[in-house]
């Protein structure tokens, strides 16, 4: 009798602490490969992201220099002032 109580005792806790069933293991499996595959596409975005700042801040900067360059030019030719900064 003690080893039937045993067995019960011993067969409920191994089915409560059991692991998950195959179709549900395969499930967790496929979502995480889903996202360990959206990590580069992640990474790719954020890079561009960060390519087109960069390219706005340069593009500002060389617009801003075009324009100073043009002023001293204005100014040399047409004015006959030598600008210094």
């Known amino acids: 009798m003690k080893f039937l109580l045993g067995f019960a005792i011993g067969f409920g806790l191994e089915r409560s602490m059991?692991?998950?069933s195959g179709a549900e293991t395969r499930g967790r499996i496929?979502?995480?490969m889903r996202d360990l595959a959206?990590?580069?596409r992640q990474k790719a975005e954020e890079a561009a992201q960060a390519a087109k700042q960069r390219a706005g801040e340069?593009?500002?900067r060389?617009?801003?220099q075009a324009a100073e360059a043009a002023v001293d030019a204005v100014e040399k030719d047409v004015l006959g002032k030598n600008r210094t900064a």
Do not use: N, T, Y
């Open 18 to 20: 059991a692991p998950a």
């Open 30 to 32: 496929a979502q995480r």
């Open 58 to 60: 340069l593009g500002s």
């Open 38 to 40: 959206e990590i580069p």
């Open 62 to 64: 060389v617009g801003r």
